[in-house]
């Protein structure tokens, strides 16, 4: 079975239309748990909820923030697998499916990640290479425009990759991705100290770390409606007006505190400790 963790934060519209592209895009056999978890919850996205009683809801009054609102949703499921994602997601035909029979298939494999795209058709960048302090301030400043910052966000974005084959990645967007149980008790949950931002980064390190592998599956597509809260007009001085970029400031501290500033992943003695599992 698989538990579809759907996490909310005040957007009504958008849960409605989530929730009802699942249940019409999902195969009426497919074993399934749908769970969302509503953040800093509304009597509106309640009533959401309500309209489809294929969906348990788990509310919090409080702004509990992404990484403990996954957890929570992971704790009070019982799928082999997790699909975590974000209200702002639509799937095409088949794609759950796709996803969760190749995470079945390969026990290797920790997480695994759609092929995100823009409602244009066109793909979205999700999957990326470890960030550097130098990311945050190249994505932040002017600096990302002259040709050092250039090359460093194209090799952090994995610009060269083709978009349309399954490839190795250190971490996926957290919008979007599908997780073996198996691993999650292996690996630990996501790491709360981190409330909002790099949370995504941190758990699929991890996984790579205990041998896991973390790919990016394009036969598995998600429309995505992709808003980057933390980015404002403003560069650096979004630090100053919004709240989003402070939390991803201090997150992004945090994880650097925590696994210091080396972008370097040791996928290959990851990859090597995978072959295990499929030994």
Request: aromatic share 12%; charged share 25%; net charge positive.
């Amino acid at each position: 079975m698989l538990s579809i963790i759907i996490i909310n934060y005040k957007n009504p519209p958008l849960l409605r239309l989530c929730l009802k592209s699942f249940l019409m895009t999902l195969q009426l056999n497919f074993s399934k748990e749908i769970i969302v978890i509503d953040i800093s919850s509304t009597i509106e996205t309640r009533n959401v909820i309500s309209e489809f009683p294929e969906a348990r809801a788990i509310c919090f009054k409080e702004n509990i923030g992404y990484t403990k609102g996954v957890n929570e949703g992971i704790k009070n499921s019982n799928g082999d697998a997790v699909l975590i994602l974000n209200s702002d997601i639509i799937p095409l035909k088949n794609s759950i499916e796709n996803m969760y029979e190749y995470l079945s298939r390969n026990n290797d494999v920790g997480i695994v990640g759609p092929q995100l795209l823009n409602f244009d058709g066109t793909p979205q960048v999700s999957f990326f290479r470890l960030p550097s302090p130098w990311t945050l301030i190249y994505r932040r400043t002017f600096l990302g425009r002259l040709p050092a910052g250039k090359n460093h966000l194209d090799n952090f974005t994995m610009k060269n990759i083709d978009h349309s084959k399954l490839h190795p990645t250190d971490w996926l967007m957290g919008s979007a991705f599908m997780v073996n149980r198996k691993a999650i008790d292996k690996v630990g949950p996501m790491d709360e100290n981190m409330f909002l931002y790099m949370s995504d980064v941190d758990w699929p390190r991890r996984f790579w770390e205990n041998g896991y592998r973390v790919l990016y599956y394009p036969d598995s597509k998600l429309y995505h409606y992709h808003k980057r809260d933390s980015k404002g007009r403003f560069g650096i001085l979004d630090i100053l007006i919004k709240k989003e970029s402070r939390w991803h400031i201090i997150d992004a501290i945090r994880y650097f505190k925590k696994h210091g500033i080396s972008t370097r992943l040791a996928r290959a003695s990851g990859e090597a400790r995978a072959k295990s599992f499929s030994a």
